[in-house]
């Protein structure tokens, strides 16, 4: 989310976070002095970051009533459990190719209350990419994920037929956008329609 009013209208629709991007080279980033009410949200606020310092992050949770992180970099287990000793829920995010190695999550299985699979990409995040979900069926891990990567309307039928169980939810960005941090409301709501169907 990157403007007040578009967020108002997200949020009256049957999700269950909304994302605030806090690095500044996305497009997606929500600006040095972003729109007073932009937070005041009932919905639960997952705060986006990319190898920001563990206590910036902390002071940014705390003034602005994030209850979930999310970590799109190089963070380390010790600073996903640093968090979560704060009270923070954390999302660890992991970008996937055909050479990725779930094993690479092991780590985290107990410092992050979910994972994210994201396209690996040159950038962190919003890359409107998709991997192969098939790789999916290699994580035999115990965190529930997050699928990301280029998801778009035409891809509800499908998510619907991935059957790995522990997967919790999707990340819904760039494929749902009129503009980079503005999201098309009636795209949303197909969307949500055809997943629950």
Request: proline share 4%; with cysteine.
């Amino acid at each position: 989310m990157k403007f007040t009013e578009n967020r108002q209208q997200v949020e009256e629709l049957e999700i269950d976070f909304l994302g605030y991007i806090f690095y500044p080279q996305s497009k997606r980033f929500i600006g040095e002095n972003p729109e007073s009410n932009l937070f005041n949200s009932a919905k639960p606020k997952v705060s986006v970051f990319v190898d920001e310092n563990v206590f910036e992050i902390l002071g940014l949770a705390k003034n602005l009533g994030f209850e979930y992180v999310q970590l799109h970099g190089k963070e380390n287990p010790k600073t996903c459990q640093i968090l979560k000793n704060q009270g923070l829920k954390v999302i660890k995010a992991f970008n996937v190719n055909e050479k990725f190695k779930f094993s690479n999550t092991a780590p985290f299985e107990k410092v992050a209350d979910f994972f994210l699979f994201d396209t690996k990409t040159k950038l962190p995040g919003g890359s409107g990419e998709k991997f192969n979900w098939e790789i999916l069926k290699k994580y035999n891990g115990h965190t529930p994920f997050f699928l990301s990567g280029g998801i778009t309307l035409e891809d509800a039928e499908s998510i619907k037929e991935i059957e790995h169980t522990k997967l919790t939810g999707v990340d819904l960005n760039s494929g749902f956008e009129d503009a980079p941090g503005v999201k098309d409301i009636e795209k949303l709501k197909t969307f949500i329609t055809e997943l629950r169907i």
